[in-house]
């Protein structure tokens, strides 16, 4: 069964430090993944995805993730964090075409002044 | 502006009360879908639609319906046989397919639902 873990409920990080979420997965086939930001009672954001090519993917506002196939991780980076990240982040996963996305648990970020 | 929208914001239910929930979209996309989000578990699909007049169930359909009319709607509505109704509702959709893999789904804004 395919899955999506991330593994801190929550991240706490000082502003103008270098920030890591991380997620993990479990697929068959080749992966499609994303990372969404939600703020407080609103929709997902789009931050960035990897469907092919370049390990290093760069996204929204200053996020990048890695692809790590042989620890089949996608772990979200910045590397100077703000106030104004703080938020709740989804990694997902899709199988392609118009298959579901599969949400991790989610991982909120709390960057303190 | 391009968007997704859903109303209402807030939803006050009484139990044994079938509600509605509206997602409307302009960004012609074709697929739709309908999350429902909990503390602590991210978000779980119900149903979504990849044309109009078809649509098929998530993982957790029960006591939910819905339809395709139009390629633009995608009503949800909660029904009295959904035991615990009490969430947050994300509508989302989709541009397709592009040349090398599906794009990102765009997300309304929500709609949080009460069981009073």
């Known amino acids: 069964a395919q899955s999506v873990a991330q593994p801190e409920d929550q991240v706490n990080v000082a502003e103008g430090n270098p920030l890591t979420v991380k997620c993990t997965y479990s697929v068959s086939g080749n992966p499609y993944l994303f990372w969404y930001v939600q703020y407080p009672n609103r929709g997902l954001q789009f931050l960035l995805k990897y469907i092919t090519g370049d390990n290093l993917v760069k996204g929204s506002y200053g996020f990048e993730a890695e692809f790590n196939k042989s620890q089949t991780s996608f772990h979200l980076k910045k590397p100077s964090a703000l106030v104004s990240d703080s938020a709740l982040y989804f990694c997902a996963v899709s199988l392609g075409g118009y298959n579901k996305l599969i949400f991790g648990a989610g991982t909120r970020l709390a960057v303190h002044p | 502006d391009g968007g997704i929208t859903q109303s209402p914001k807030y939803l006050f239910r009484k139990e044994g009360q079938n509600v509605t929930l509206s997602c409307e979209q302009n960004?012609?996309?074709?697929?739709m879908y309908w999350y429902r989000q909990d503390p602590g578990q991210g978000l779980r699909l119900i149903y979504y639609?990849?044309?109009?007049?078809?649509?098929q169930k998530g993982d957790i359909a029960e006591g939910y319906s819905v339809s395709r009319e139009k390629k633009e709607s995608f009503p949800l509505t909660v029904t009295s046989a959904q035991k615990n109704p009490t969430a947050f509702y994300l509508c989302?959709?989709?541009?397709?397919?592009?040349?090398?893999?599906?794009?990102?789904?765009?997300f309304g804004p929500g709609t949080r639902l009460t069981v009073l």
């Open positions: 639609s990849q044309i109009v007049n078809d649509f």
């Open positions: 989302a959709s989709i541009r397709g397919m592009g040349t090398t893999g599906p794009h990102e789904q765009f």
């Open positions: 960004l012609n996309h074709d697929a």
